[in-house]
T-cell receptor, first 113, second 110 residues
Framework: NAGVTQTPKFQVLKTGQSMTLQCAQDMNHEYMSWYRQDPGMGLRLIHYSVGAGITDQGEVPNGYNVSRSTTEDFPLRLLSAAPSQTSVYFC????????????FGSGTRLTVV | DAKTTQPNSMESNEEEPVHLPCNHSTISGTDYIHWYRQLPSQGPEYVIHGLTSNVNNRMASLAIAEDRKSSTLILHRATLRDAAVYYCILRDVRDDKIIFGKGTRLHILP
């Protein structure tokens, strides 16, 4: 059972560079979300999706883009990296409805210098 | 999103029960109570959820007050591996996302 797979696990970017964090799930879950977690802080929701072709903004969407062309994949794009985007990024997925919990990936640790 | 209030941190001794409280005085009738925990250097993991009745699973028990304005996550016999941040979250039946608060950092003393 692969669950939620995030790649890469670690990444260092220079200010102004762009990159895509990958997230894939093999559980046929409808819902997918991206969070960021700064050191010593809680998780903040960046973007989420309730199905292929549907995305919406979370609490801190600025500087990030997402798309959901398939049920399995939900990539997060950083358009022009800034030091303030240094964080650990978590992807999560869930079946539709409130009766099941979200499954989280192991995270991508991103440093922007 | 409805708000929850949890203590910043708690301590417990190994092999003893732990009761983690959560207040949610503005809970609505369509809110489910979810608990997650985050072990050090890992992503969060789902623990348990409930609506009105107490719930048990292999990880923990969830006790919900009769007026639903508070709940308690119960770890029956804490181990060192239970040291984590525990998050109490309200999730509306119509909602498709979860918003995390600050949670309770649980320290287990050997």
């Amino acid at each position: 059972n692969a669950g939620v797979t995030q790649t890469p696990k670690f990444q260092v970017l220079k200010t102004g560079q762009s990159m895509t964090l990958q997230c894939a799930q093999d559980m046929n879950h409808e819902y997918m979300s991206w969070y960021r977690q700064d050191p010593g802080m809680g998780l903040r929701l960046i973007h989420y999706s309730v199905g292929a072709g549907i995305t919406d903004q979370g609490e801190v969407p600025n500087g990030y883009n997402v798309s959901r062309s398939t049920t399995e994949d939900f990539p997060l794009r950083l358009l022009s990296a800034a030091p303030s985007q240094t964080s650990v990024y978590f992807c999560a997925s869930s079946p539709a409805g409130p009766l099941r919990g979200y499954t989280f990936g192991s995270g991508t640790r991103l440093t922007v210098v | 999103d409805a708000k929850t209030t949890q203590p910043n941190s708690m301590e417990s001794n190994e092999e003893e029960p732990v009761h983690l409280p959560c207040n949610h005085s503005t809970i609505s009738g369509t809110d489910y109570i979810h608990w997650y925990r985050q072990l050090p250097s890992q992503g969060p993991e789902y623990v348990i959820h409930g609506l009105t009745s107490n719930v048990n699973n292999r990880m923990a028990s969830l006790a919900i007050a009769e007026d639903r304005k508070s709940s308690t996550l119960i770890l029956h016999r804490a181990t060192l591996r239970d040291a984590a941040v525990y998050y109490c979250i309200l999730r509306d039946v119509r909602d498709d996302k979860i918003i995390f608060g600050k949670g309770t950092r649980l320290h287990i003393l050997p």
